[in-house]
């Protein structure tokens, strides 16, 4: 199978690339460092001839404000368009547990603008919607950060190894379109304050963590079970501690 991985150098991207190349799969990886711009559209066209299945994996640099949106509307539109005309037959996307439930952040509705815009392309397609990953979780710090203080909702989350979901995503790219969304989650549930309090103790790192249920996430505020997936979502294997303990924080010198 032919198979055009956008964003495959990302963090979930190249791990998708590695496990599709290993099951013996024509596979390329397709973002700006390899010639193609799914804002400019440079390079797209090209990239995707001869392809049976896309995966989009693709990010915006930012997480909390419009330019968010407005790279994912533009770039659905640019990869749609040339998925069309190159006769793509599956589309894969990732996306997030949650985002038609969170449109006062713009990183989640340019999510949830895309996932329309997919399902009514006529391009064949699957949507997995992920909860947070792991590897997140010092982004979630990071973006709640004033001084040493990180506020942070008490809202319930099951976040999820990136590996487990690569590991999903490579499955579905070579399996037949759902035209619909498939969920996968972690393990495990937790409160965000208390188990980013847990990563904050476990790593070491000087941050005081307040449980604030009005903290915003992303732009929105949460309820308790927002962030959490349906009951069929497909869970990972990896536990919290499990992925620390293998994690480059578990040696994080601060
Ligand atoms: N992080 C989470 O907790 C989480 C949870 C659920 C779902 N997701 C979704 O998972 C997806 C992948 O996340 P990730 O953390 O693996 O992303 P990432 O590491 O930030 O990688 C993003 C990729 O997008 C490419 N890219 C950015 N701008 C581009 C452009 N203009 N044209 C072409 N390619 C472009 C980048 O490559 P270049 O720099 O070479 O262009 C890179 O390969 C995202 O859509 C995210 O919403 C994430």
Redesign the pocket.
């Known amino acids: 199978m032919n198979i055009i991985v956008?964003?495959?150098?990302?963090?979930?991207?190249r791990n998708i690339v590695d496990r599709l190349r290993l099951q013996g799969h024509q596979v390329s990886s397709a973002?700006?460092?390899s010639g193609?711009?799914?804002?400019s559209g440079e390079g797209l066209a090209q990239s995707l001839a001869g392809a049976d299945v896309v995966v989009d994996?693709?990010?915006a640099?930012t997480f909390d404000d419009m330019a968010a949106f407005e790279f994912f509307k533009t770039?659905i539109f640019n990869l749609l368009l040339a998925e069309k005309r190159a006769g793509v037959r599956h589309h894969v996307s990732?996306?997030?547990v949650g985002t038609d439930r969170l449109p006062a952040s713009p990183y989640l509705r340019g999510?949830a603008l895309q996932e329309r815009l997919i399902a009514s392309s006529g391009v064949p397609f699957t949507i997995v919607h992920?909860?947070?990953?792991f590897?997140?979780l010092l982004d979630i710090i990071t973006y709640a950060m004033g001084g040493q203080a990180v506020r942070l909702s008490p809202a319930f989350i099951e976040p999820v190894a990136?590996d487990d979901v690569a590991a999903m995503i490579a499955r579905i790219a070579v399996g037949p379109p759902r035209n619909g969304a498939i969920e996968i989650a972690g393990p495990e549930r937790a409160r965000m304050s208390e188990l980013i309090q847990r990563f904050v103790l476990d790593m070491e790192a000087p941050y005081e963590v307040r449980s604030d249920a009005g903290a915003p996430y992303f732009g929105a505020t949460l309820d308790e079970f927002v962030l959490l997936p349906r009951e069929d979502a497909e869970r990972g294997e990896l536990g919290f501690q499990a992925w620390f303990e293998q994690s480059e924080y578990a040696r994080a010198d601060w």
């Open positions: 956008v964003g495959g150098q990302g963090l979930v991207g973002s700006r460092r193609v711009d799914l804002i994996v693709s990010n640099s770039a990732l996306s997030v999510k992920a909860t947070q990953f590897e997140f990136s």
